[in-house]
């Protein structure tokens, strides 16, 4: 049984994630933390800080704010704790701290818990690949209003997973208001749509003259996240100090 402490798990994905591990039998919380406590009646105790908690665990299962970063990779640094790192819109330092810790313990970071996500990586780098020298790209991503960074950390990896096919990679264009003149070959665009409660909506339009392919990818409910986030809780439990994201847990389910 592989016992999970959640951090962030009185957040709208924390309760997603504290509903589905019921229905598995591999896996319990152990604990919780959130700096609301009391907002929700959890079936394991919930404590105010990552340093209060007494039980032990196994893997740390983390849906709260990038903020928090320097706590986190502190606590499993000390603790020797496995991290599977679900929040997004890190900096540059951020990802630098990341990588420096996972040098001593096992973390998975993703811009996208998705399976089916991480797959359409792959497919936008094969599609890259065979049309970069006759198709524009775009990338148009949709999210609920309440999300606070834009472009989504989904289309920044989607952006990147293309540049990394291409021979010439593409300068990113965000949005392109006020701008003038014609659009040139060397861009690749990413808007950012908010609005409703949109889960996640991405598509990538590989435009050329006289077809147009576009790879779309769909999340219904907050749910395909949390079943992400388990896959790779199961993935990184026994794994060395390393680097890891989903592109390597959707890798292991195919092998």
Do not use: W
Request: glycine share 8%; proline share 3%.
């Amino acid at each position: 049984m592989i016992r999970i402490l959640l951090n962030g798990c009185n957040g709208r994905m924390g309760q997603v994630v504290s509903g589905m591990v019921k229905d598995d039998e591999g896996i319990t919380i152990a604990a919780g933390v959130d700096t609301t406590p009391d907002k929700f009646i959890n079936d394991y105790l919930v404590y105010p800080t990552l340093n209060a908690v007494n039980e032990k665990t196994d893997v740390i299962v983390d849906f709260s704010n990038p903020k928090g970063l320097p706590i986190l990779l502190a606590y499993g640094m000390e603790n020797r704790i496995p991290m599977v790192i679900c929040t997004t819109g890190h900096s540059p330092e951020d990802k630098e701290n990341i990588k420096s810790a996972s040098e001593k313990v096992a973390i998975l970071t993703s811009a996208n818990m998705s399976l089916g996500v991480n797959l359409l990586l792959s497919l936008v780098k094969q599609a890259a690949k065979a049309l970069e020298e006759n198709f524009d790209i775009e990338i148009i991503e949709k999210h609920h209003n309440q999300k606070m960074d834009s472009p989504s950390g989904t289309a920044l990896a989607i952006a990147d997973s293309i540049n990394s096919a291409l021979k010439e990679k593409k300068e990113y264009v965000y949005g392109r208001h006020s701008k003038t003149g014609k659009r040139t070959f060397q861009e690749l665009g990413i808007h950012a749509i908010r609005g409703g409660n949109i889960v996640g909506d991405h598509s990538v339009i590989f435009a050329g003259a006289g077809e147009v392919i576009e790879i779309n990818h769909s999340a219904l409910s907050r749910d395909v996240f949390a079943v992400g986030a388990i896959r790779a809780v199961k993935f990184l439990y026994d794994k060395d100090p390393g680097l890891y994201n989903m592109s390597d847990v959707v890798s292991n389910a195919t092998a």
